[in-house]
């Protein structure tokens, strides 16, 4: 598990829950991406499962030497499940939310609680939603539910009015930096580009880091640029192609909403004329609908992207 940085409030509340024993049988966790949600769920668990119970309410994730607090960190622990959308799959099915509410009716083998976390649980699909309802309302006892979310309007009204809510800020770039730094030996330039590139997604950033993506990030800059100064078709399907591979795809989403929002910027900022401005905007706009449809439902990416670069090259009067 990582080390939790910054979340100040929430995880007062949270340990605040722990000492008194007044906790919820269902939290909501939510806020922007990649901001350390499942983290602190992560950490969360396994205070509540910690063996070490006199301790395990002074930091979130437990004493770190028990056993419990081992087997929390590599998810194995036996009172703690953990449900996310299979491999392959793009939405929770209501299956895994059936074992989930059997696992959170039996009684805890080694600890206080069942705990399980639901990351991402807008990802559900309508059954599935449906299926967590009873668990909802009639809880299990000694059973802890834990949703974490970026996107809570996905989820039924029911839902959101059974969970206790925790709102998580993004982080500042002081509590950023000092993360990408513990893990990274990047200088300063490369930082403030990574910082630059992730817009506050520190999961997306530890992915920039781990997998030395910068350049790969310019490259779609150049490409883009490129499409906008020269046209050409040709360029544009390649462009497309290369981008819409799965490893790279995600890279690919941050990249061109990234561009599309600068070119908004610069537009406006520079005094660009009014059509040109609404030009840019309608590109981005779309963009933005493609991108939360992709994550949504699993549609053919290249397409996706050739239909962003073609209003690119639009803006660029290569087709006029
Ligand atoms: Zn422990």
């Not at 909501?28 to 969360?44: E, Q, R, Y």
């Not at 206790?164 to 930082?191: A, H, M, N, P, W």
């Not at 040709?234 to 192609?241: C, D, P, R, T, Y």
Request: glycine share 8%; proline share 2%; net charge neutral.
């Amino acid at each position: 598990m990582s080390e939790i940085i910054g979340h100040h409030e929430v995880i007062r509340g949270l340990r605040s829950g722990l000492v008194s024993g007044n906790l919820p049988h269902a939290f909501l966790f939510m806020g922007p991406s990649g901001v350390g949600k499942a983290t602190v769920a992560h950490g969360f668990a396994q205070s509540l499962l910690c063996a070490d119970a006199a301790r395990s309410g002074e930091a979130l994730g437990g004493c770190h030497r028990c056993a419990a607090c081992h087997k929390v960190q590599v998810r194995c622990h036996v009172d703690l499940q953990w449900v996310e959308k299979e491999e392959g799959k793009t939405r929770i099915s209501v299956d895994q939310v059936r074992d989930l509410t059997r696992f959170l009716s039996l009684t805890p083998m080694e600890s206080a609680w069942k705990v399980a976390i639901v990351d991402d649980a807008a990802e559900m699909n309508a059954a599935a939603a449906n299926a967590l309802l009873k668990t909802l309302e009639e809880p299990p006892a000694n059973s802890i539910l834990i949703l974490v979310t970026s996107r809570p309007g996905m989820l039924l009204a029911t839902t959101l009015s059974r969970c206790v809510k925790y709102y998580f800020q993004s982080l500042s770039k002081e509590e950023f930096s000092q993360i990408i730094r513990g893990k990274t030996s990047l200088g300063d330039d490369q930082l403030d580009s990574v910082i630059n590139y992730s817009e506050g997604n520190l999961g997306f950033a530890l992915s920039f880091v781990g997998e030395g993506q910068l350049e790969q990030c310019n490259r779609l800059t150049q490409e883009l640029e490129d499409l906008l100064r020269q046209g050409g078709l040709g360029k544009l399907s390649e462009v497309a192609e290369y981008w819409s591979n799965a490893d790279r795809f995600p890279l690919a989403h941050f990249v061109v909403r990234r561009w599309l929002m600068e070119k908004v910027r610069d537009c406006v900022y520079s005094g660009g004329v009014p059509g040109r401005v609404r030009e840019w905007l309608t590109v981005e706009t779309f963009s933005k609908e493609m991108f939360a449809l992709a994550e949504a439902v699993n549609i053919n990416k290249r397409l996706l992207l050739e239909g962003i670069f073609i209003k690119i090259l639009r803006i660029s009067g290569a087709f006029l």
